[in-house]
């Protein structure tokens, strides 16, 4: 890459070139999963779209390829509240590397009663973090083996109000939707800086970088027909949110220069510009209690013993 190339300002609409490189993006059929697959299919890079989903993912797909003429993406059958099932589906990428993973997948509920999923954990603690952690494992020497993999963690504005009570993860005592989805990305980002910290200590190549998308509203969302759908009504009477918050693919933004950019660093936070909520993607400071390295090993021993992970996730 030239100096004049490294030196120019980042440009959401003329990407780096990744042809030849690998990405999975998790939950990539809809929503901000969906567009940062778009963006990445842009750049020739191979994406592969996680999700549980057949007929979504394919929808999704044929949506990249009607915009991204050739592009290169492919659905592998994930699902993150299984964790029995996650060894097996990495097998089935059979890919020697993979140049970085998109911890994006989510699931938000928005009332009680409290779920769980058929390991016994809390849905979105057990689906959005558990089930990223333990999939990182069966990772890691894919990321290990390209030249310099990443691990992306899509974080949450609604992390930033929330603590994690680690004598209650998966909300046992007490169930609050709203709380347990900010706790639950709360400790995804958590996990990734965390995991930025024990890969700096064995001077691993992999960088772990937590990104998110501001407020990202599907009402202000470009349609992708039949992947989602906005009306002009529905467009319209968002307007006025249009100062604030934005839609999902400009939500997508911080993520996908997460994944590309040749200057981002490991522990790294990436976010919009304008007041962490909307605007062009930016390195913006970690927030004291997402970088607490006591709370975090906390949590790495706790998610360690609930998904029966090595205790390094493989990496060495």
Known sequence: MSSASQHRPWDVHRLPAASGSTFLVTGGN??????????????????VLGSRDRAKAEAAMASIRSRVPGAQVSHLPLDL??????????????????????????????DPPRRETGDGHELMFGTNHLGHFALTQWLAPLLSAAPAGRVVTVGSFAARSERLDLDDLQSTHEYRPKRTYGRSKLAQMSFGFDLDRRLRAINSTVLSVVAH?????????????????????????????ALLVQGKEAGARPVVRAVLDPEAQGGQLWGPRVFGLRGTPRSEPVPAHMADADVAARLWAASGELTGTDPDLGFR
């Open 30 to 47: 809809a929503g901000i999963g969906y567009f940062t697959s778009e963006q990445l299919a842009a750049t020739g890079a191979h994406v």
């Open 213 to 241: 998308p501001g407020g990202a509203l599907d009402s202000l969302t470009p349609s992708r027909p039949p992947v989602s759908v906005t009306t002009p009504g529905q467009r319209l009477r968002a307007l006025p949110a």
């Open 81 to 110: 509240a299984d964790l029995t099932s996650l060894k097996a589906a990495v097998d089935r990428l059979e890919l020697d590397r993979l140049d970085a993973v998109v911890h994006n997948a989510g699931v938000a509920l928005d």
